[in-house]
């Protein structure tokens, strides 16, 4: 699992918990496949 690893050997020790991981795991699913992003990009090139 990517996210235990990288909780393992993150700098500063800072702690990164499973309740902060997972959000961040839907919010970038969800900003890769929202129609609505997608249509903007589109408009932008």
Do not use: S, W
């Not at 993150?10 to 902060?20: G, L, Q, S, W, Y």
């Not at 919010?27 to 992003?37: A, E, G, H, K, T």
């Amino acid at each position: 699992n990517i996210t235990k690893c990288c909780t393992e050997v993150c700098p500063e020790h800072i702690k990164i918990t499973d309740n902060a991981l997972i959000p961040m795991k839907e919010r970038v699913v969800d900003l890769r496949f929202d129609p609505l992003i997608r249509l903007f990009r589109r408009n932008q090139k």
